[in-house]
């Protein structure tokens, strides 16, 4: 079955690019039409979608990230990447790929990663 | 963007209880809602989708019901394992939003 995990440094300092990736695994990321998503939790916190992104490099982004939010695919790796630019400590979360329930529309989100804490520090 | 307000922030029941869980839309999702329930250290499970449809493995107890702004998640007997947070989210619009999260504490 398809499964999801996310990879990436833990630490990252403030003023930087956070960077990770979601490997797909169980399926080809290319076989089908969903839009991939990322979401954050921080510490504490409620749950906050990112954004999403089809293998096409189709996007859509959360506007209040959308200024330093970057998301791409690379089907030869069967994988899906965030990047997030001028980071703060505001950006300490876990972050948490996910899949979509449906094709060509965004989730509700069947399938998760099981997260990557990322802390934002110097 | 559409606000999703969860309501109330805490239930406090006893196992065997039912659980009523509200979720509030700033503007009419139709029946594009869907429940998480999420545990300590793990990511958010589905339990519906589309308002009302069970997801995979989700048991009976589970169920959900509402259209437009105003839905409902019911627990009809809590067992041990749902003390949780409860979080609805809708896909009617981008951006998708979450609501704020129902924590379900034994009582």
């Known amino acids: 079955q398809l499964q999801l995990q996310e990879s990436g440094p833990g630490l990252v300092k403030p003023s930087e690019t956070l960077s990770l990736t979601c490997t797909v695994s169980g399926g080809s990321i290319s076989s089908s039409t969903y839009y991939w998503a990322w979401i954050r939790q921080p510490p504490g916190k409620g749950l906050e979608w990112i954004g999403s992104v089809s293998y096409s490099g189709s996007t859509h982004y959360n506007p209040s990230l959308k200024s330093r939010v970057t998301m791409s695919v690379d089907t030869s790796k069967n994988q899906f990447s965030l990047k997030l630019s001028s980071v703060t400590a505001a950006d300490t979360a876990v972050y948490y790929c996910a899949k979509p329930h449906l094709q060509l529309v965004g989730g509700a989100f069947d399938i998760w990663g099981p997260g990557t804490m990322v802390t934002v520090s110097s | 963007e559409i606000v999703l307000t969860q309501f109330p922030a805490t239930l406090s029941l006893s196992p065997g209880e039912r659980a009523t869980l509200s979720c509030r839309a700033s503007q009419s999702v139709s029946s594009y809602l869907a429940w998480y329930q999420q545990k300590p250290g793990q990511a958010p499970r589905l339990l519906i989708h589309?308002?009302?449809n069970r997801a995979t493995g989700i048991p009976a107890r589970f169920s959900g019901s509402g259209s437009g702004t105003d839905f409902t998640l019911t627990i009809s007997s809590l067992e041990p394992e749902d003390f949780a947070v409860y979080y609805c989210?809708?896909?009617?619009?981008?951006?998708?939003?979450f609501g704020g999260g129902t924590k379900v504490e034994i009582k």
């Open positions: 989210q809708q896909r009617s619009n981008w951006p998708l939003t």
């Open positions: 589309d308002a009302s």
